[in-house]
């Protein structure tokens, strides 16, 4: 199984929600953090559905809040796996939202997560490699490598940090 390559299109995940007041802060915007439980949950089942195992975050980076998500809106929670190293998964996520009155849609905000698979033991285990067939899905590809040695880089450096502060 593990030779198989898989899609993105078959990790590919889609969570709705109407924002309530509840969801929003004291400008009527949504939360962020409240936004980011919807991604990251969005970002988990795209990448159990690759994996078919537990899998945790173990980033999210270039989170990009372009714009506001308004009361009363609906959002739309995309995500899928966008590249794949050994048990580590890149999952691209987007949220787009809807004015129910007047039907404009407009992008709010994308970012990237990544999640490790893990075996029975709890330990990272090896999961299937992406095979991209969109544009999209070929770019975003592309351009993986550079943004997984840019989080290896940072996770190096901040163990040298804890290091030199004992």
Avoid: C
Avoid at 123 to 142: H, S, V, Y
Wanted: proline content about 4%.
């Amino acid at each position: 199984m593990l030779n198989e390559k898989k899609k993105p299109s078959d990790s590919f995940t889609l969570m709705t929600q109407l924002i309530f007041p509840s969801d929003t802060n004291h400008y009527d915007t949504m939360f962020g953090g409240r936004l980011m439980e919807y991604m990251d949950k969005a970002a988990a089942i795209a990448a159990m559905r690759h994996a078919r195992t537990r899998s945790v975050t173990a980033s999210m980076d270039s989170i990009d809040f372009l714009a506001p998500i308004m009361i009363g809106e609906v959002i739309e929670v995309k995500a899928f796996v966008s590249w794949t190293h050994r048990s580590s998964m890149e999952i691209y996520v987007t949220v787009t939202s809807e004015n129910l009155n007047s039907g404009d849609k407009k992008q709010n905000v994308q970012a990237f997560f990544t999640f490790v698979a893990l075996g029975e033991d709890g330990k990272p285990t090896p999961i299937a490699e992406i095979e991209p067939e969109t544009k999209l899905e070929k770019k975003l590809f592309a351009s993986a490598p550079e943004r997984h040695e840019a989080r290896r880089k940072r996770r190096q450096e901040r163990k040298q940090a804890d290091a030199s502060e004992e």
